[in-house]
């Protein structure tokens, strides 16, 4: 069983759409929660961190952490067609012994306009 | 732009060579990591330095191998290669050492034919 699990979709939604992309896990060490939007095999770019749990917002995204049920997610309003991509989540633990990321899969996004 | 520069962007080499990818992190960011992202593995981490001494390993094969030198920039030696080390390596770099907060750059697509 992989540490971080995510679908990998493709999860296809119409212009406008509320967009909620999720991702579990195992290691309970785990602290930082990440997530990442890929184009085209460029290089990740981060969108949003958290820290243990609970929620943030930046704009349209809002990342959610409920470390109880081992679980996050990304939600994306008024979704665009730019918004098509690959996301990622990733997460890390502080302390020893572990101190890279460790990624979902990915789930694609398609936007259609 | 992230602000952290790969180079070349693009390499094609044949089995049995050596290549050397190169990294130059963001600007006051000690921590530089390198990942590996294939069709059928996703983001696999290798290693990381933090201000020149490595801090972490990850799914590093023994012929493959990292620096990081005193101005920061890091380096990745890939040697003997396989038609399987056909991949996209990114670099990533933090400030710290918890790798949250990880940017990373364009990558360098890697072909071995």
């Known amino acids: 069983q992989k540490e971080v699990e995510q679908d990998p979709g493709p999860l296809s939604v119409p212009e406008g759409a509320i967009v909620s992309l999720n991702c579990t896990y195992s290691?309970?060490?785990?602290?930082?929660f990440m997530w990442y939007r890929q184009y085209s095999r460029k290089g990740p770019e981060l969108l949003m961190y958290?820290?243990?749990?609970g929620n943030k917002e930046d704009g349209r995204f809002t990342a959610q952490v409920d470390k109880s049920s081992k679980y996050i997610s990304l939600f994306i309003r008024d979704s665009q067609p730019s918004d098509s991509a690959t996301y990622l989540c990733?997460?890390?633990?502080?302390?020893?012994?572990?101190?890279?990321?460790?990624f979902g899969s990915g789930t694609r996004l398609q936007v259609q306009p | 732009d992230s602000g952290v520069t790969q180079t070349p962007k693009h390499l094609i080499t044949a089995t049995g060579q050596r290549v050397t990818l190169r990294c130059s992190p963001r600007?006051?960011?000690?921590?530089v990591y390198w990942y590996q992202q294939s069709l059928d593995q996703g983001l696999q981490f290798l290693i990381q330095?933090?201000?020149?001494?490595?801090?972490a390993k990850g799914n590093i094969l023994e012929r493959f191998s990292a620096q990081q030198f005193p101005d920061l920039h890091s380096e990745l030696n890939l040697s003997s290669l396989e038609l399987g080390d056909s991949a996209l390596y990114f670099c990533?770099?933090?400030?710290?050492?918890?790798?949250?907060?990880?940017?990373f750059g364009q990558g360098t697509r890697l072909t071995v034919v």
């Open positions: 600007s006051g960011d000690l921590s």
């Open positions: 990733a997460m890390t633990a502080r302390g020893t012994g572990r101190r890279a990321l460790t």
């Open positions: 290691n309970s060490a785990f602290q930082y």
């Open positions: 958290t820290y243990s749990s």
């Open positions: 330095y933090y201000n020149g001494e490595e801090r």
């Open positions: 990533a770099s933090s400030v710290g050492t918890d790798g949250h907060e990880a940017f």
